[in-house]
């Protein structure tokens, strides 16, 4: 944290004074700096360290002091003046309001600049914000480490007592204590209280974290946290502290590195739900792919793993495009072969239950190699659940990697049928042609590619291919060479239906050169812009190269062969 003090002793301000507060100076923390002038209505916020040179309100003491009054009373952490030019001493009443409110108020020279000032403190703060993130990630590898080291609960929760400066308690699945040194009887007095109230009524989710709860007694404050793996409840974590204390962000975070770990000591040590993870993802696959299965083999299976496979579910397929070099990244790891997909694999399912809850809709999960596979239930009164659905998983995992990017395949399922493998098919289908055409990071729903499905399979006839390399490799070569983007102005020019100036607008170019590049582009080809025989020619070309079927190498190659023909 940054305090007050630690501005006041920084070298620029040596030569300032403090006027008042001089006791609680170790005890005002400051999270930003501002400058600012009469008057203050609500531009001050709460801990900001706030300067002012007093320019029009000097000449008033009553404004003076409305000023200091107002700054006061939004929370400031602190108020300084620059003295010397409006103000040449803060006024002796002004000083007395300060001191009775323990309220910070410093004189600064003049020239002193509050663009020196501003900046040191920003330094301090970035530098503060830099030590803890770089801490938090600290935490999670050690975290991680001892998991892999195989230590046992109790040195995580030793460890994590150590950061946090407070005592917890993890409880298994059962309930009973298993680490930590948190006072038992009254774990369990706040604890069953929160469990006893009706959907935790009177329980209060934590403002930085949605999974956690707080319930609070005469002295003590009790956060409560789940741990789940595979979806399952594996044990709880509670933090006990003072009933005012309120966790920072950074503590919040610990917290959850701790229950990731938590999660990971339990996974490890609960081969049975490893198994059964193993046996139910085996058995979604083989539905997905179409095996040949016996009504009463799939009817039992389902039973066991609680799936069920007589509602209709639409397929969506994730692939996450970057999650492997976050992961190394984060923990500096180089291996090649280090797969971090299945290795987070419970905690991406858990999010993704969680959002499935939260739309009230049944999902069945799946994984094969890089993809992640859901089912998710198909309601008749939610028309766009889908996206809803993906909203939430995305935040969820940005939360869990912040950053991670994910391509999205949707395949709708088909009427009256419950076969998998149909709206899996589709949603691959949707996937490759996202990742191909698009580009990554997007959804792509399987029946809105209707016209790329139709392109991608005439992109592959030969003759095809060299009619559009005849049509479409003088434009590319072009753009090649000068950098003028030939293709993309065409493109534009009939989105518009061949309307000049919105196309120039859209483009933010000027008419005349949009002109020049159109009339270089019938140049180029041979073809008119206002021919509807050479615009659908033209525009059919650039269609199905944007298929990427074929490479530009490719289309050069062709329009050679078609020169030398």
């Not at 001089?22 to 916020?45: A, G």
């Not at 703060?125 to 998991?147: C, P």
């Not at 041979?526 to 289309?555: A, C, E, H, M, Y």
């Amino acid at each position: 944290m940054l305090y007050v003090r630690d501005i006041i002793e920084l070298p620029l301000l040596k030569t300032s004074r403090v006027k008042s507060g001089k006791d609680v100076l170790d005890q005002k923390l400051i999270e930003w700096v501002s400058v600012i002038e009469s008057p203050v209505e609500n531009f001050v916020r709460e801990n900001e360290f706030v300067l002012s040179t007093g320019i029009g309100c000097h000449e008033d003491f009553d404004i003076l002091l409305e000023f200091v009054e107002d700054v006061y009373n939004s929370g400031a952490s602190a108020l300084a003046f620059a003295t010397g030019r409006y103000i040449f001493e803060i006024p002796k009443e002004i000083i007395q309001f300060a001191e009775e409110r323990n309220f910070i108020l410093i004189e600064i020279p003049w020239e002193i600049r509050f663009a020196d000032i501003v900046q040191e403190v920003l330094r301090e703060l970035n530098h503060i914000q830099q030590r803890d993130l770089n801490r938090s990630k600290d935490v999670q590898q050690k975290l991680i480490q001892m998991i892999l080291d195989g230590k046992n609960l109790g040195h995580i929760t030793s460890f994590v007592e150590n950061e946090i400066r407070l005592p917890i308690l993890i409880l298994d699945k059962k309930g009973i204590p298993v680490a930590g040194s948190a006072k038992q009887s009254k774990v369990f007095s706040l604890r069953n209280r929160l469990m006893k109230l009706p959907n935790n009524e009177e329980a209060s989710h934590h403002p930085m974290h949605s999974k956690m709860k707080t319930i609070s007694d005469e002295e003590h404050s009790l956060s409560h946290l789940f741990i789940q793996t595979n979806g399952v409840h594996e044990g709880e974590i509670c933090v006990l502290s003072d009933r005012n204390y309120q966790l920072n962000q950074q503590e919040i975070q610990l917290i959850e590195h701790t229950k990731m770990a938590s999660a990971l000591w339990f996974s490890r040590n609960s081969v049975v739900t490893k198994a059964e993870m193993r046996l139910q993802n085996d058995f979604l696959l083989r539905l997905i792919k179409g095996e040949s299965l016996s009504d009463e083999y799939k009817k039992t299976t389902a039973e066991q793993f609680h799936l069920n496979l007589n509602i209709p579910y639409d397929c969506i397929i994730g692939h996450p495009e970057n999650l492997q070099s976050i992961m190394e990244k984060d923990h500096k790891r180089q291996s090649i072969t280090f797969n971090w997909l299945e290795n987070m694999i419970i905690y991406i399912k858990e999010e993704m239950l969680f959002a499935a809850e939260a739309v009230k809709h049944q999902m069945l999960f799946a994984y094969e190699g890089d993809k992640i596979i859901v089912f998710l239930e198909v309601k008749k009164d939610s028309s766009d659940s889908v996206n809803h659905f993906l909203d939430l998983v995305e935040r969820r995992l940005n939360h869990l990697f912040p950053g991670v990017t994910f391509s999205w395949g949707i395949g709708k399922h088909k009427e009256e049928s419950t076969d998998f493998s149909h709206s899996f098919k589709k949603a691959q289908m949707a996937l490759d042609m996202g990742r191909t055409q698009i580009g990554i990071g997007k959804r792509v729903n399987f029946d809105e590619t209707r016209i790329n499905r139709l392109m991608l399979n005439l992109a592959l006839n030969d003759e095809v291919q060299e009619i559009m390399a005849a049509t479409i490799s003088p434009l590319i070569e072009y753009d090649e060479k000068r950098d003028m983007d030939l293709i993309n102005t065409f493109i534009g020019y009939n989105r518009n239906s061949g309307n000049v100036s919105q196309t120039a607008r859209d483009l933010n170019l000027h008419r005349q050169s949009l002109l020049y590049r159109l009339r270089k582009i019938e140049s180029l080809t041979g073809l008119s812009l206002v021919n509807p025989d050479d615009l659908f020619l033209l525009d059919f070309s650039i269609r199905v190269w944007s298929t990427g079927v074929i490479k530009r190498g490719q289309i050069n190659t062709e329009h050679s062969n078609s020169n030398v023909l």
